[in-house]
Structures are given as C-alpha cells and as structure tokens.
C-alpha cells in the first residue's frame, strides 16, 4: 500500500509535466488540425534555455523559468512563421512531417549549442522530505505547485480572455470562425506562444526532477500524444486529466513490470482508446 | 443610425447590396454565371431554386467566401468584391451559415461575445439589443449551445450576426431541419429583425412562408437568375410555383 501511494505521488508529478506538454500539443491541434512532432524537441529547449539562464546568471532554476518560456514562445512563433505558415494551406500530412523534420533540427542544434552529455542545473544532494513512510522532495512540490498554477493560468485564459475564447472558437469550427472575423494568423501566433512556454515550462521541470538530454523531450512526445488523445484531442482540460492518468499508470505499471516498459504502458493505453473510444475520455465537456 | 437612413433616402439610386454579373465557383468550375442580386435598406429579399442552383454560392460569393472571377459585389456604394469576411463584418454586413452555424462547446453568451469580436467598444448593448429580440438566449446564456436544440441554436447562430450591429443580415437557409411550427416562428423573427432596420438577405428552401414576409425574391437555377418580382407576385406566378413551390 505505502509503495502504491509513494508511486502515485511519482505519478502525479510525471503527470504534471505530460500534462503541461500535452495541454499545448492538444491547443496547436484545436486550431491547426495537426500533430506536432517537434513539441518534446520544445520541451528540451525550453530546457536547456533554462540551464543557460541559471549558469550565465546564476539564477535559481525556478527564476529561469519565466525566461526559458518567454524565449520558447518567441522560438514556437518564429518557427511557425517560418516553416509553417508557408504549408498551412496544404495537407496536414505535409505539417506533420515538417514538425518531424523541425524536431530533427531542433534536437541536433541543441547537441551542437550544450553538447550531447547529461547536464543538471544544481548539482550537489536534495535531502528528501520524510512524510511518514512517504519520500517527498522539495523539488517535486515545487514542480507541482508551479504546473497547478500554469493549469489554472490556461485555464483563466481560456475562459476569460478575448483571445483564449477566440482560440476555443477557431478550435471548435475553424469556417465561423473565420465568417465571424476572428483573426485566425493572431489566434494562431497566440496558440504557438502558449503551447511553446507550457512545452518549455514541461521541460524545466522535467530537467529539475531528471537530468537535461538532447532527448528528454523527444522520450516524452509518445505519453504525451496518449495523453492528448485520452483527454479527446484538441481538448485543454482533457489533456490535463490525460496527463495525470497517463502519468500515474506509467509510474504504477512498475509494480508489475520492468521500469524500463514505462512508455509501453502510454502506447498500450493510446491504442486502447483509439480502439474503444477514438473520441476520448471526456467528450462533450468543455 | 436614423442620419445614414435619411441619407440613403435621399439617393435612391443607391442601395445597400448590389451583385452585378456574378462569375465564381469552386476549381474553376462556374457555379455562378452571371447572377444578379440587389438588396435594399431595410428590405427582405428571398432567394428561391432547385437543388444545385447556386443560392447557397452566391450568398458565400458575396461575402467573400467563394471568390469571384468576375462581376462585382457593391455595398453602399463600395465595391467589397472579394474582401475577407472580418472585412465585410467591420463594414456591417453579418452572415449566417446554413450548418454548424454556432460554437458548440462554447456558451451561448461566449457565442454572443465573439461574434462582435471584429469590433471595438463595450458588447453590453449589443448583448441586451439581441436579448430583446430573442429572450430565450438570456434565459440560457451559460448553456453550452452545442446541446441546445435546432431552433435555439438557430438563435444563437443569428443572435452571433446580429452582434455586430449588421446593415445587412445574410442568412443560408435558417429553417433547414426545424418543426414546422418553429419554421413559422424562425420568419417571423426575421421580419422582426428587419422591422428595425435591418436589410436581410436569405436563401430559403421554405420559399412559401419565406416568400411570404419578403418584399422582393428571385429564381436561381443553374447560376442564373430566372424570376425577380415582389413575393406575393412570385408566389403567384403559375411558372414559378410549378418548378419550385410544388404546384
């Protein structure tokens, strides 16, 4: 039973990170009609942009993380006016293989810029919490008191804004949208720069709980399109739940298998929904 | 609102909506082949025809939805052949699908809201200018309007035009798939509509009780126009009522 709660706890938190990753993966698809392979790739820059903040300025990671997500969102917009602006208007296969083809370029640049070994932004020992028989680190509060705050942001945004309704419309009938005069090339630089700061939040906090990898972003995109499909892709607040399932089955699927079948466990639960219910977990809600 | 009325007055010769000699269809293919449409302040003008006549064309024509290889759209004197429909919202002109004509994860009041997205200043009076006109949408502002029914998501979907305070309301079709009794209720609020000063311009399949309240319709078929006369006429009119009224 301890080892359950111990694993859930794990879980909640790899299930903050997919949950933020996904959120955006999910946002992109609402309102651009395709997946976006690079979005780990962002993850691990996002990252690494941190890494660069808190070595250059001695920062505490925490402090970095406004920067790397500001820097992020630019770079997600940049590329988007770059590359995929260029082929919106084509099929959406043709945007799903140029986001693959980004993720390629985005990963080696980031071996050519910080090398390709491991990296950590503090080094040294955490003392972990002792809650009873349950081991906590500061971090992993930390992390998950940050992606709860990033969630009810989204989630103000969403709901509260003219831009974030305006980007729930595009998401839910692109054509009234248009008709209704929504400018569709604002909502979507909107959707880029969000998706790009959750991704490179997703990221910072992967690196706080692991280690910074070329990578680690790209061993993340597979739980994080179970996660999006789950919730019902194009699906903000299913993304969320999706995350947090994906997240605590990925960690308690260590009490029956090896660790090492962790991402198994996110395939096997994306191709069960995409077999029993395609639509996701939580359709019709908002 | 009531200086620019008495100004159109006083040139007749200029209406609200004017579509001269329209060409346009999609892939290069003609849909359209030389239609003609007009719309004056305040008027209800109805679009009648078979299946396949290009009604539902020419009102996305106009809008700017399907473009036009030749011909031209004037509005108020300008010509808006073409131009991207926020463009055609900002000028007042307000257009309502025939399908999925709301937002429907989004509540009926988000509906409300984003349909003045275009425009500046406060949505409070326009909200409660649209609420006066269907009271229904008050009731149920926070409904989300993809589980509301045919004919109040078919208010919302209009209630969303009306947003942007329109010269000109386009509707495509807005008693497809309603019980007859809210196929009467459904024109009745147009005229309503239009009693305050709005211009409407509709493609109905209704075209007896659509007719009914029009002050002018057309016959489309096969892109070109057929017939142009009052509605009563038309109703009248033993040619027209044979092909497409149903004897």
């Given at each position: 039973m301890v080892e359950v709660i111990q694993l859930l706890i794990n879980g909640i938190l790899l299930g903050s990170i997919l949950a933020l990753g996904a959120v955006g993966a999910t946002m992109i698809f609402g309102v651009l009609r395709f997946a976006h392979f690079a979005h780990g790739d962002f993850m691990a820059i996002g990252a690494y942009f941190a890494l660069t903040v808190v070595t250059v300025f001695n920062m505490p990671v925490l402090a970095a993380l406004p920067v790397a997500m500001l820097l992020t969102a630019g770079l997600a917009v940049g590329i988007d006016q770059v590359v995929y602006k260029r082929i919106r208007r084509v099929q959406p296969v043709i945007l799903l293989i140029s986001s693959f083809a980004t993720a390629l370029i985005l990963r080696s640049l980031i071996q050519m810029i910080w090398g390709s070994?491991?990296?950590?932004?503090?080094?040294?020992?955490?003392?972990?919490?002792?809650?009873?028989?349950?081991?906590?680190?500061?971090?992993?509060?930390?992390?998950?008191?940050?992606?709860?705050?990033?969630?009810?942001?989204?989630?103000?945004?969403?709901?509260?804004?003219?831009m974030g309704k305006a980007m729930r419309a595009m998401s839910d009938n692109m054509n009234l949208a248009l008709i209704t005069g929504i400018p569709a090339d604002r909502v979507i630089m909107w959707t880029w720069a969000i998706g790009g700061a959750l991704a490179a939040a997703a990221g910072v906090f992967l690196g706080m709980d692991t280690r910074l990898h070329p990578v680690m972003g790209w061993t993340l995109l597979l739980p994080i399109f179970a996660a999006t499909i789950l919730g019902g892709?194009?699906?903000?607040?299913?993304?969320?739940?999706?995350?947090?399932?994906?997240?605590?089955?990925?960690?308690?699927?260590?009490?029956?298998?090896?660790?090492?079948?962790?991402?198994?466990?996110?395939?096997?639960?994306?191709?069960?929904?995409?077999?029993?219910?395609?639509?996701?977990?939580?359709?019709?809600?908002? | 609102m009531a200086p620019g009325r008495a100004a159109r007055r006083?040139?007749?010769?200029?209406?609200?909506?004017?579509a001269n000699g329209l060409y346009a269809g999609y892939g290069g293919v003609d849909i359209l082949r030389g239609t003609n449409l007009r719309v004056e302040a305040d008027e209800i003008v109805v679009i009648v025809g078979p299946n396949g006549a290009g009604k539902s064309t020419a009102m996305k024509a106009v809008f700017g939805l399907v473009p036009i290889r030749e011909g031209e759209v004037i509005y108020r004197g300008d010509v808006?052949?073409?131009?991207?429909?926020?463009?055609m919202v900002t000028r007042g002109i307000a257009?309502?699908?025939?399908?999925?004509?709301?937002?429907?994860?989004?509540?009926?009041?988000?509906?409300?809201?984003?349909?003045?997205?275009?425009?500046?200043?406060?949505?409070?009076?326009?909200?409660?200018?649209?609420?006066?006109?269907?009271?229904?949408?008050?009731?149920?502002?926070?409904?989300?309007?993809?589980?509301?029914?045919?004919?109040?998501?078919?208010?919302?979907?209009?209630?969303?035009?009306?947003?942007?305070?329109?010269?000109?309301?386009?509707?495509?079709?807005?008693?497809?798939?309603?019980?007859?009794?809210?196929i009467d209720e459904t024109i009745e609020r147009i005229a309503e509509v239009n009693k305050l000063g709005i211009g409407v311009l509709m493609v109905e399949q209704n075209a007896r009780q659509a007719l009914a309240v029009a002050h002018r319709g057309y016959v489309l078929a096969t892109g070109e126009n057929r017939h142009e006369d009052t509605g009563p006429a038309l109703l009248a009119n033993p040619e027209v009522a044979e092909m497409f009224l149903g004897g």
């Open positions: 070994s491991n990296q950590v932004y503090e080094t040294g020992i955490q003392l972990p919490w002792r809650i009873g028989p349950f081991v906590l680190k500061p971090d992993h509060l930390l992390i998950f008191c940050a992606a709860a705050v990033l969630v009810i942001g989204v989630h103000l945004f969403l709901t509260r804004t003219r892709i194009g699906r903000p607040y299913g993304a969320i739940f999706g995350g947090l399932v994906i997240g605590c089955a990925m960690e308690l699927s260590t009490l029956v298998i090896p660790g090492a079948y962790k991402p198994a466990v996110a395939f096997a639960i994306m191709v069960a929904t995409l077999i029993l219910r395609p639509q996701g977990i939580i359709k019709g809600a908002t | 006083g040139q007749p010769e200029m209406s609200l909506l004017q808006i052949t073409n131009q991207p429909p926020e463009k257009y309502v699908p025939q399908e999925s004509n709301v937002f429907p994860s989004l509540s009926v009041l988000e509906n409300l809201e984003l349909g003045a997205y275009a425009l500046k200043g406060d949505n409070h009076e326009r909200l409660e200018k649209v609420f006066a006109i269907f009271p229904r949408l008050k009731e149920r502002r926070h409904q989300q309007a993809g589980v509301m029914s045919g004919g109040e998501r078919q208010m919302v979907a209009m209630g969303r035009a009306l947003m942007v305070d329109p010269q000109l309301l386009m509707l495509d079709e807005p008693t497809a798939g309603l019980s007859p009794r809210l």
